[in-house]
């Protein structure tokens, strides 16, 4: 069984930053790829970037060069740092773990475990 938390989500103006962490626990965490994804109401959930144990990285197009994952396997953790936020990056977040035999890091259904979110807001 895999357990993710995540935390650092909160209230920032536009422009300003915020990084979010995920803590795992269960796995063999530096081997395994890693992904945020993100849910407004009413929306499906969206890819938003991932890691790959080398440190291969992934991004959805709106938050390049804004974002930047990374990950400490030594703290079984991995990051979102977030940059010039915008109103439109509001959402809940949520980490998850990409599972083995999956294709595309951006493919939701080949995700198996995820947090249970944190929120950030935006405001203009």
């Known amino acids: 069984q895999v357990q993710l938390v995540e935390s650092g989500g909160g209230l920032v103006q536009a422009g300003g930053s915020l990084r979010l962490s995920c803590a795992a626990s269960?796995?063999?965490?530096?081997?395994?790829?890693m992904g945020w994804f993100r849910q407004t109401p009413g929306k499906e959930r969206e890819f938003v970037a991932s890691?790959?144990?080398?440190?291969?990285?992934y991004y959805e197009d709106s938050v390049k060069g804004r974002f930047t994952i990374s990950r400490d396997n030594a703290k079984n953790t991995v990051y979102l740092q977030m940059n010039s936020l915008k109103p439109e990056d509001t959402a809940v977040y949520y980490c998850?773990?990409?599972?083995?035999?999956?294709?595309?890091?951006?493919?939701?259904?080949?995700?198996?475990?995820w947090g249970q979110g944190t929120q950030v807001t935006v405001s203009s």
């Open positions: 998850a773990v990409f599972m083995k035999g999956g294709l595309y890091t951006t493919d939701i259904r080949a995700y198996g475990y």
């Open positions: 269960g796995r063999t965490f530096g081997t395994t790829t």
């Open positions: 890691i790959f144990w080398s440190g291969v990285t």
